[in-house]
């Protein structure tokens, strides 16, 4: 065994160790918000990949379970073949970054996601990714920014809308199926049931994003 090998051991153990330390925090979120515990998880489980620990690292293993630990996902759900792809929830995060990155609530900036797959179930394209980038709905741009907030939120809804295609019923949806369109005033986005007049939605339905 080399001189490098020998010491890269204790090397990697003290960054388990220092990573371990950090993620305890992040157990502690129950009371927080589920972005800041997520980001959290997110952030360590990124940084012990950087430093080349492997997927079953317990570091990384624990990140990844607090992240599903907020989507509510079971370990059934997360074996059922997945019905939208990374990409699909980069691009929906760049959606509600243009569309909605001003707007203070979580539930708003969801309701953009649910609005293309609200679409996507009715057939308005046979993909996320043709729906999304359809020339003037939603606003897609390529070349936006991708917030880790709003990649948080899109993959939240992806995550509900996986379950609810696997037969699930409450889901936590914030916007109901029937809502395929919007339009915004600069400080909301007003979602409504009908291309021209329709109802208005009311946020009625429970929300998980708001304390």
């Known amino acids: 065994m080399s001189y490098k090998q020998l010491f890269r051991k204790p090397v990697y153990a003290l960054i388990a160790v220092v990573l371990a330390v950090m993620l305890l925090p992040v157990t502690a979120f129950a009371a927080d918000t589920w972005t800041q515990k997520q980001i959290r998880a997110h952030e360590i489980a990124n940084m012990a990949r950087s430093l080349n620990l492997p997927e079953d690292n317990p570091i990384i293993v624990e990140a990844k379970r607090l992240w599903h630990e907020d989507y509510g996902v079971s370990s059934d759900t997360?074996?059922?073949?997945p019905a939208y792809t990374d990409d699909d929830a980069t691009m929906l995060a760049k959606i509600i970054y243009s569309e909605g990155r001003g707007i203070p609530s979580d539930t708003e900036k969801?309701?953009?996601?649910?609005?293309?797959?609200?679409?996507?179930?009715?057939?308005y394209g046979n993909t996320i990714a043709e729906v999304a980038a359809a020339?003037?709905?939603?606003?897609?741009?390529?070349?936006?920014?991708?917030w880790d907030?709003?990649?948080?939120?899109s993959h939240d809804?992806?995550?509900?809308?996986?379950?609810e295609k696997n037969g699930e019923t409450e889901v936590g949806r914030v916007l109901p199926k029937d809502y395929l369109w919007y339009s915004g005033d600069g400080v909301h986005n007003y979602f409504r049931n009908s291309y021209k007049g329709g109802t208005r939605w009311d946020y009625s339905l429970p929300t998980p994003y708001e304390s």
């Not at 969801?110 to 057939?123: H, P, Y």
């Not at 020339?135 to 991708?146: D, E, L, W």
């Open 157 to 163: 809804v992806l995550s509900r809308w996986q379950k």
């Open 110 to 123: 969801a309701c953009l996601v649910w609005v293309v797959l609200n679409r996507v179930d009715a057939g």
């Open 135 to 146: 020339p003037a709905q939603f606003g897609y741009r390529a070349s936006a920014p991708v």
């Open 149 to 153: 907030n709003l990649l948080l939120i």
């Open 78 to 81: 997360q074996n059922e073949p």
